[in-house]
């Protein structure tokens, strides 16, 4: 069964900032990784995904992640960082057979300091 | 631009009464999911369809819980008697595959 976990459950960092969340997953054949931000009281919205494409995967928003198959990891990066990205960011994996649900990490708060 | 739709935004319901959830999926999503997201934490899975049949239920507390997708397009999702620790966030959400998934903007239930 597929598992994500999430370093860091609150990350702070300053407007102009790079920002960097980690995504660490397991999965028994090669996954769909993925980016979902959420903003209070509201649905999840796909950030990036990878789907067995190129391995640096850019996003809306300036996100961009690297699947690096031998860390296991899909870490999401953004090279500054703006007041309107805070927001908690998960991160999620579905097994590649037709059919499998989307596993989500706990998450990670990500705070903008002006 | 096509949306998952969901109703009500916002449900306040005492203990030990009936709740129900409503979500129409994107047109032509054939998969539709059901997760709670408990405040702090990432969604969980509670049920899975694929068109009108159930594909996972594992994780759906079947006592109380009940979720029906009678026609293969919109589903409810239903609890009672509700109890203080349902209180969260009812997400819906389609895919047409299982390359991504589209989320409604949910249902935020308190139970008092």
């Known amino acids: 069964a597929q598992s994500v976990t999430q370093l860091g459950s609150h990350v702070s960092v300053s407007e102009g900032a790079l920002v960097l969340l980690r995504c660490n997953y397991s999965?028994?054949?090669?996954?769909?990784l993925f980016w979902y931000v959420q903003y209070p009281n509201q649905g999840l919205q796909l950030l990036l995904k990878?789907?067995?494409?190129?391995?640096l995967v850019k996003g809306i928003n300036g996100f961009e992640a690297e699947f690096k198959k031998s860390e296991t990891s899909f870490h999401l990066t953004k090279p500054s960082a703006h007041m309107s990205d805070a927001a908690e960011y998960f991160c999620?994996?579905?097994?590649?057979?037709?059919?499998?649900?989307?596993?989500f990490g706990p998450g990670t708060r990500l705070s903008v300091l002006p | 631009e096509a949306e998952v739709a969901q109703s009500p935004r916002y449900k306040i319901t005492e203990k030990s009464q009936a709740v129900a959830f409503w979500c129409d999926p994107i047109?032509?999503?054939?998969?539709l999911y059901w997760y709670r997201q408990i405040l702090g934490q990432g969604p969980e899975l509670l049920v899975q369809?694929?068109?009108?049949?159930?594909?996972?239920d594992s994780q759906l507390p079947k006592d109380r819980f009940s979720a029906e997708r009678l026609k293969g397009v919109d589903s409810t999702l239903k609890i009672q008697p509700a109890e203080l620790g349902d209180s969260a966030m009812y997400l819906c959400?389609?895919?047409?595959?299982?390359?991504?998934?589209?989320f409604g903007q949910g249902t935020r239930l308190t139970v008092v």
């Open positions: 959400a389609s895919s047409p595959r299982y390359t991504e998934a589209f």
């Open positions: 999965s028994s054949v090669p996954p769909y």
């Open positions: 990878y789907t067995s494409a190129a391995t």
């Open positions: 999620a994996v579905s097994e590649r057979n037709y059919g499998q649900n989307f596993v």
């Open positions: 047109s032509g999503h054939a998969t």
């Open positions: 369809f694929q068109d009108e049949s159930v594909v996972d």
